[in-house]
């Protein structure tokens, strides 16, 4: 299994529409990755390495496919809407990681 993390700074100036990522952004995912997709997590970024520290991530989504192969198969014909669809929630460049899950 690996995970696809995409991760979004917490930076000064920046905002993230968790509404907006979690009701529309996210469900899109799933329709368009699908049947590779099997599964999906949300974070949202409360503190950093102390709780007063503010969060490294506003936040992370995160998406589940068999392999890396069954992910690029349905990623890369539907990564432009993906990607044009990100200034509608949030106006930060993400970070991705790639991962294989070991437990």
């Not at 368009?32 to 997590?41: F, T």
């Not at 990564?79 to 930060?92: F, H, M, Q």
Request: charged share 15%; with cysteine; net charge negative.
């Amino acid at each position: 299994m690996i995970k696809v993390s995409v991760l979004y700074p917490k930076q000064e100036g920046s905002h993230f529409d968790m509404d907006y990522y979690c009701a529309t952004h996210m469900p899109m995912a799933q329709r368009l990755l699908a049947p590779a997709i099997k599964g999906i997590a949300v974070e949202q970024g409360i503190c950093g390495n102390t709780p007063d520290s503010p969060p490294t991530y506003a936040a992370m989504g995160h998406l589940f496919f068999e392999s890396l192969d069954a992910f690029l198969g349905v990623f890369v014909s539907n990564a432009a809407t993906l990607v044009d669809d990100i200034p509608k929630y949030t106006n930060v460049q993400p970070t991705i990681q790639i991962s294989e899950v070991k437990i």
